[in-house]
T-cell receptor
Framework: AQKVTQAQTEISVVEKEDVTLDCVYETRDTTYYLFWYKQPPSGELVFLIRRNSFDEQNEISGRYSWNFQKSTSSFNFTITASQVVDSAVYFCALQDSNYQLIWGAGTKLIIKP | SAVISQKPSRDICQRGTSLTIQCQVDSQVTMMFWYRQQPGQSLTLIATANQGSEATYESGFVIDKFPISRPNLTFSTLTVSNMSPEDSSIYLC??????????????FGPGTRLLVL
């Protein structure tokens, strides 16, 4: 079975703190892709990253970084020096061989000024 | 890249009626996907729509309730039939595409917010 678990329902931190959003996945596929999307209060889905299952290199993009560990089936997302504008629901998703996305439940991130 | 538009952006409907949602893409794509996002929930795939063939529905979704059309490579419609309040959701269409930085991704439309009274 394919499954994505985001155990953190809601996280609240004060601005400028670092925060890590966890994502654990299950799949029997050897080739798959992992995504992170941001959904701000306005509702649109903003693509953040897509990671190939064969590429375990960590990714850094500005204040965002991703830690992909196949050994623990995790694809965690860290925001450094968080800002109020980072407040949103963040979704982790697994793409299977049919290009379908299996979504985690989402983590609501609240950044307090 | 792909730019996706959806119509209507939102609607309030009476139970028992039907609503057809349109999804237009600015480039030709093979696969289009329809998702539902119920209030406060994650996204759930309704069906995959390929041009020239019947849509493939996920478990829990049936063609009689959610008929889909895919007349060409840039357009699709999803109809929510015989609506009930439980159908109140955001409905999103998406397509596979390649970003300008070369990353493949799934692009999403802005969504259609449906409230059924």
């Amino acid at each position: 079975a394919q499954k994505v678990t985001q155990a953190q329902t809601e996280i609240s931190v004060v601005e400028k703190e670092d925060v890590t959003l966890d994502c654990v996945y299950e799949t029997r596929d050897t080739t798959y892709y992992l995504f992170w999307y941001k959904q701000p209060p306005s509702g649109e889905l903003v693509f953040l990253i897509r990671r190939n299952s064969f590429d375990e290199q960590n990714e850094i993009s500005g204040r965002y970084s991703w830690n992909f560990q196949k050994s623990t089936s995790s694809f965690n997302f860290t925001i450094t020096a968080s800002q109020v504008v980072d407040s949103a629901v963040y979704f982790c998703a697994l793409q299977d061989s049919n290009y379908q996305l299996i979504w985690g439940a989402g983590t609501k991130l609240i950044i307090k000024p | 890249s792909a730019v996706i538009s959806q119509k209507p952006s939102r609607d309030i409907c009476q139970r028992g009626t039907s609503l057809t949602i349109q999804c237009q893409v600015d480039s030709q794509v093979t696969m289009m996907f329809w998702y539902r996002q119920q209030p406060g929930q994650s996204l759930t795939l309704i069906a995959t729509a390929n041009q020239g063939s019947e849509a493939t529905y996920e478990s829990g979704f049936v063609i009689d309730k959610f008929p889909i059309s895919r007349p060409n490579l840039t357009f699709s419609t999803l109809t929510v039939s015989n609506m009930s309040p439980e159908d109140s959701s955001i409905y999103l269409c998406s397509v596979e595409g390649v970003r300008q930085d070369g990353q493949e991704t799934q692009y999403f439309g802005p969504g259609t917010r449906l409230l059924v009274l």
